[in-house]
């Protein structure tokens, strides 16, 4: 998957960019709140349909403008691929594919398959369940899109039965119809993640041994009630004290990640390079279960990787990801130094950006 090049107007900080990208090694330079992220918050949208920062589009939007666009073009299998968004205050987002509009937004996951590391993801480790069921979500379904469907079926049929539970209402065929369709999608999507834990865990260890060179021994478990118990059952017996908190305590919409190191929870006792260290082995990991199911290369987005890892550690993630097993890469740092690093061990094109109060500037032959 390549994005050849990039429109942006309005977004956050970014009120006009137009940028040429290689399809090797793109970097982004610049100093903290200039926009170098915003950036690549762009080219995320244009694959998820969202910021990656799970803001709203008005938040997205530039605080002095009315309107916001993006445009990117593509090459996927070697064709070419317009996607554009455009958003006006005050009225829904249009999304479209060479200029066709999708009836739904769930159509376009997975066309345009991406990975980002980011900061953020120290909330993997640090955060409540949902990040850690948003990471599985996210990585399942931009290969399955059966799992999608499931899972939008599975949140509209717990939102009536929550609903049922608030109004009071104890007729056991009423719920038994709301419950129907909520038992078959969390059988499927319990049965996907747990296929995916089974795959991904090996590739994970992999890349964090690779990274950490150390005989630490990690491991990522699904932590669900239907290991033990299937939903239909778990609805029966918890629909009194459901009643009586006001909604679902028990499902798929409850399931976590378990992250260990040596057999303790790594949010209780990895350090911050450990922690990062951890990230990031998710994230390359998810690039290559990713790239196993599509067939494609996603992009890889690298946002500020390099901070709280020591030498050793960046050293080996740079020789990692310049090899043929990754595609095209983004890189934002605010060190010039670890950039330089990268371009000179690459023999391939690269680009490389200023970014400067939104202003987005290409420094290639001027490096």
């Known amino acids: ?49 969202k910021s990656c920062g799970n803001l709203t589009d008005q938040m997205v939007l530039n605080h002095d403008a009315d309107y916001m666009m993006l445009r990117g073009n593509y090459l ?53 369940g949902e990040e850690r069921r948003r990471l599985m979500d996210q990585i399942i379904a931009q290969g399955d899109s059966e799992y999608l469907a499931h899972l939008i079926r599975y949140n509209k049929a717990l939102e009536n039965r929550n609903s049922l539970i608030r109004q009071g209402y104890r007729d056991p065929l009423l719920f038994e119809t709301v419950e129907h369709q ?35 021994t990690v491991k990522i478990e699904l932590n669900s009630h239907l290991n033990d118990c299937p939903m239909a059952q778990l609805l029966a017996q918890n629909r009194e004290r459901d009643m009586i908190v006001g909604y679902t305590t028990h499902g798929v919409h409850r399931d976590d990640i378990n992250l260990l190191l040596d057999s303790h929870p790594m949010r209780k006792t990895g350090s911050q390079g450990q922690c990062k260290t951890y990230t990031i082995a ?63 061990s690459i023999n391939s094109d690269f680009r490389i950006f200023t970014v400067d109060h939104g202003n987005c500037i290409d420094q290639t032959h001027q490096s």
């Open 282 to 344: 998710l994230r390359l990991a998810q690039y290559d279960f990713l790239k196993e199911m599509s067939g494609i290369m996603p992009i890889l987005l690298l946002d500020d990787i390099f901070d709280k890892l020591d030498a050793l550690r960046v050293e080996s993630i740079v020789k990692m990801v310049n090899n043929s097993d990754f595609g095209q890469i983004f890189i934002t740092d605010t060190n010039r130094t670890h950039l330089d690093e990268i371009v000179k």
């Open 76 to 128: 996927r299998h070697g064709d070419p691929i317009e996607i554009t968004m455009a958003y006006q205050k005050g009225k829904r987002k249009t999304f479209k594919r060479d200029g066709k509009e999708y009836q739904r937004l769930s159509q376009h996951i997975g066309l345009i398959p991406l990975v980002m590391v980011s900061p953020m993801d120290w909330d993997l480790i640090r955060g409540a």
């Open 1 to 49: 998957m390549i994005l050849q090049n990039l429109s942006i107007v309005n977004f956050k900080n970014l009120t006009e960019c137009k940028l040429d990208f290689s399809p090797n090694i793109n970097c982004l330079i610049g100093n903290n709140g200039m926009g170098k992220t915003n950036v690549l918050d762009a080219i995320y949208y244009l694959s998820f349909a």
């Open 182 to 216: 909520l038992i078959a999608s969390a059988a499927y999507i319990h049965s996907a993640r747990t296929k995916w834990i089974e795959v991904f865990t090996p590739i994970f260890m992999r890349y964090y041994s690779a990274i950490a060179g150390s005989n630490e």
